[in-house]
């Protein structure tokens, strides 16, 4: 819910956000971030495809691919 408020209402194709936990070393899904307790690590992604609309970045391809992925340590449960 944070990050769809934080995009302000900005439609994007196939967008996915995931939160889970995740290993502290590789960043990989260990888990569902419910699980993680204090000093484990917490994940949120969000993947999608940008759709330029104006014509200064015509020489964009016609959907930017987009992937971003934040770790910190969980306060606990």
């Given at each position: 819910?944070?990050v769809?408020?934080?995009m302000?209402g900005?439609?994007l194709?196939?967008l996915t956000?995931?939160?889970y936990e995740?290993?502290?070393?590789t960043?990989?899904?260990?888990?569902?971030?419910?699980?993680?307790?204090?000093?484990?690590?917490?994940a949120?992604?969000?993947?999608?495809t940008y759709?330029?609309m104006?014509p200064t970045?015509?020489m964009?391809p016609n959907?930017?691919?987009?992937h971003?992925k934040?770790?910190?340590?969980?306060?606990g449960?």
């Amino acid at each position: 819910t944070c990050v769809s408020n934080y995009m302000a209402g900005q439609t994007l194709n196939g967008l996915t956000i995931s939160v889970y936990e995740a290993d502290p070393t590789t960043g990989n899904n260990i888990g569902a971030w419910t699980a993680a307790s204090l000093t484990n690590c917490v994940a949120v992604e969000v993947t999608a495809t940008y759709s330029p609309m104006t014509p200064t970045f015509s020489m964009l391809p016609n959907g930017l691919p987009m992937h971003a992925k934040a770790i910190m340590y969980s306060e606990g449960n």
